[in-house]
């Protein structure tokens, strides 16, 4: 390797050649991995020194043994050379030096396949290009003519006599990926697709699909048996949950029950009930705050799921949405912020959510008659509401914090002044309004006026301060 190289960001940001004729001339005619593979191989020779088969297998999501019969598709065209297959060295070859021309097939060695395949195809003529695709297929994957005249008759049996030639390439390119390219494992995969139908069509209906078992479909009910653990019976009432919906539909719940460890039928039910309680109730909250959301499942993973697994009850939560609305926070993040202030201070059932509401309503009106002896005519904010919590804490009653209220008026910053005053009384053990009146008209405190601190009866000097900071432990909030 060169002392000199590219960066892993430079060769991000730069370019890979790719000569036009390869565009033109055999592109159009390869099969989607087979292009995809040459050219992230061209990628790699002129951007990546070192990268293994098994990390191109990663990055394009196809396995190992595909990697090569593509490449032994563009060995036939004289666009590669195969230097070793085990491990795995691919040489690029170029093009304008080779001389090659896209391969033509041989048709004549397909005459039998193409009159097998007309007949098992026999609502429609097969085009030229059709039959080309087929070729193609068999040559890249190696699949057995055989296997493949049984894979389009399986095909038709799903789809009918007029099925599209996608559909046949869909299912042989399936095959094939697993390894399924003679008639003799066709025939035994097959086996398994009939053994399985019956417990796949009951899927099938129970999602109120009226329609034939399909490759997806096989393959997802392997996936879920198989490679999940789950009985057929289990998915059958998974799918019966789901009612009417789609095969993909039914996977993300199946995935869904397997992360949450919920493999028997009573289990799946019970979970479904829950399931479909949360929804619901997620879009009763919605229409309760006139909140739109395209999908539900947000909602009810990040939200709903969370505040019933919390306690809170739907008539709770209802409750809360509709005060929420009322008040201009008609967002669930809103709701949430306030239902995470409840659930703290344990305030989650109904009866203690509106006592809770019916609390803030007394309060509201409480502050606004204070305001009103100190001079103020506004409405109460969190801030007056956290002083009256702090002055209730003290142990002033309400008619203490009246008095207070009515001696602060006329001052500047009335609220700052009646903290000063309840925080005096506080100090002298001042709780009760014969107490407060009796203090506040003794001849000291006729013309006194309070500051923002707290009086105590002694004068700290300044240094006397200072050493009280630097004595003090640090104290924890």
Same mark, same amino acid.
């Given at each position: 390797?060169?002392?000199?190289?590219?960066?892993?960001?430079?060769?991000?940001?730069?370019?890979?050649?790719?000569?036009?004729? !390869?565009?033109?001339?055999?592109?159009?005619?390869?099969?989607?991995?087979?292009?995809?593979?040459?050219?992230?191989?061209?990628?790699?020779?002129?951007?990546?020194?070192?990268?293994?088969?098994?990390?191109?297998?990663?990055?394009?999501?196809?396995?190992?043994?595909?990697?090569?019969?593509?490449?032994?598709?563009?060995?036939?065209?004289?666009?590669?050379?195969?230097?070793?297959?085990?491990?795995?060295?691919?040489?690029?070859?170029?093009?304008?030096? $080779?001389?090659?021309?896209?391969?033509?097939?041989?048709?004549?060695?397909?005459?039998?396949?193409?009159?097998? /395949?007309?007949?098992?195809?026999?609502?429609?003529?097969? &085009?030229?290009?059709?039959? %080309?695709?087929?070729?193609?297929?068999?040559?890249?994957?190696?699949?057995?003519?055989?296997?493949?005249?049984?894979?389009?008759?399986?095909?038709?049996?799903?789809?009918?006599?007029?099925?599209?030639?996608?559909?046949?390439?869909?299912?042989?390119?399936? !095959?094939?990926?697993?390894?399924?390219?003679?008639?003799?494992?066709?025939?035994?995969?097959?086996?398994?697709?009939?053994?399985?139908?019956?417990?796949?069509?009951?899927?099938?209906?129970?999602?109120?699909?009226?329609?034939?078992?399909?490759?997806?479909?096989?393959?997802?009910?392997?996936?879920?048996?198989?490679?999940?653990?789950?009985?057929?019976?289990?998915?059958?009432?998974?799918?019966? $949950?789901?009612?009417?919906?789609?095969?993909?539909?039914?996977?993300?719940?199946?995935?869904?029950?397997?992360?949450?460890?919920?493999?028997?039928?009573?289990?799946?039910?019970?979970?479904?009930?829950?399931?479909?309680?949360?929804?619901?109730?997620?879009?009763?909250?919605?229409?309760?705050?006139?909140?739109?959301?395209?999908?539900?499942?947000?909602?009810?993973?990040?939200?709903? &799921?969370?505040?019933?697994?919390?306690?809170?009850?739907?008539?709770?939560?209802?409750?809360?949405?509709?005060?929420? !609305?009322?008040?201009?926070?008609?967002?669930?993040?809103?709701?949430?912020?306030?239902?995470?202030?409840?659930?703290?201070?344990?305030?989650?059932?109904?009866?203690?959510?509106?006592?809770?509401?019916?609390? /803030?309503?007394?309060?509201?009106?409480?502050?606004?008659?204070?305001?009103?002896?100190?001079?103020?005519?506004?409405?109460?904010?969190?801030?007056?509401?956290?002083?009256?919590?702090?002055?209730?804490?003290?142990?002033?009653?309400?008619?203490?914090?009246?008095?207070?209220?009515?001696? %602060?008026?006329?001052?500047?910053?009335?609220?700052?002044?009646?903290?000063?005053? /309840?925080?005096?009384?506080?100090?002298? $053990?001042?709780?009760?309004?014969?107490?407060?009146?009796?203090?506040?008209?003794?001849?000291?405190?006729?013309?006194?006026?309070?500051?923002?601190?707290?009086?105590?009866?002694?004068?700290?000097?300044?240094?006397?301060?200072?050493?009280?900071?630097?004595?003090?432990?640090?104290?924890?909030?």
């Amino acid at each position: 390797m060169s002392f000199c190289s590219f960066s892993k960001e430079y060769n991000s940001s730069s370019f890979t050649s790719v000569e036009n004729v !390869f565009l033109y001339a055999y592109l159009p005619s390869a099969g989607e991995n087979a292009v995809k593979v040459y050219l992230y191989g061209l990628y790699l020779c002129q951007n990546a020194a070192d990268y293994t088969p098994a990390e191109m297998s990663a990055a394009l999501n196809i396995d190992g043994k595909e990697i090569l019969d593509c490449y032994r598709y563009w060995e036939e065209f004289g666009l590669v050379d195969i230097v070793s297959e085990d491990p795995l060295m691919i040489s690029y070859l170029p093009i304008g030096l $080779s001389g090659a021309k896209p391969r033509k097939v041989n048709a004549e060695k397909y005459t039998e396949f193409n009159h097998s /395949l007309q007949k098992i195809i026999s609502e429609r003529m097969i &085009s030229t290009n059709e039959y %080309s695709e087929y070729f193609r297929l068999m040559e890249t994957f190696n699949v057995r003519p055989e296997a493949m005249l049984m894979i389009a008759q399986y095909c038709v049996d799903i789809k009918g006599g007029d099925i599209g030639y996608k559909y046949i390439s869909a299912v042989a390119k399936d !095959f094939a990926s697993r390894g399924i390219t003679t008639p003799e494992k066709v025939e035994k995969e097959l086996e398994n697709y009939i053994v399985r139908s019956g417990e796949i069509t009951a899927v099938l209906q129970a999602l109120s699909l009226k329609r034939r078992p399909e490759i997806e479909d096989v393959n997802l009910f392997a996936k879920w048996t198989g490679e999940l653990g789950f009985e057929p019976q289990a998915v059958l009432q998974a799918a019966k $949950s789901v009612k009417k919906g789609s095969i993909r539909k039914l996977d993300e719940l199946m995935m869904e029950l397997y992360a949450n460890k919920k493999f028997e039928p009573k289990e799946i039910a019970e979970f479904a009930k829950s399931r479909k309680y949360l929804y619901e109730l997620a879009v009763k909250i919605n229409k309760q705050l006139s909140y739109y959301c395209d999908v539900i499942d947000t909602v009810v993973n990040t939200y709903t &799921s969370k505040w019933v697994s919390r306690g809170f009850g739907e008539d709770a939560l209802l409750f809360v949405a509709n005060y929420c !609305f009322r008040h201009g926070r008609k967002d669930l993040a809103d709701m949430d912020e306030l239902l995470t202030k409840l659930y703290a201070e344990g305030i989650i059932d109904i009866d203690s959510v509106a006592d809770y509401f019916a609390g /803030l309503s007394e309060d509201t009106a409480f502050l606004k008659k204070l305001l009103e002896y100190a001079g103020q005519i506004r409405r109460p904010n969190e801030w007056d509401r956290q002083n009256l919590k702090r002055w209730r804490g003290w142990g002033f009653t309400d008619e203490v914090i009246e008095y207070a209220a009515e001696l %602060s008026a006329g001052k500047s910053g009335p609220v700052v002044y009646m903290n000063a005053i /309840l925080g005096s009384w506080k100090n002298r $053990s001042v709780f009760t309004l014969e107490e407060a009146k009796t203090i506040e008209k003794t001849p000291q405190n006729t013309q006194k006026r309070y500051s923002v601190h707290f009086k105590n009866e002694r004068k700290y000097t300044k240094e006397e301060l200072d050493a009280i900071i630097t004595d003090v432990d640090d104290i924890e909030i």
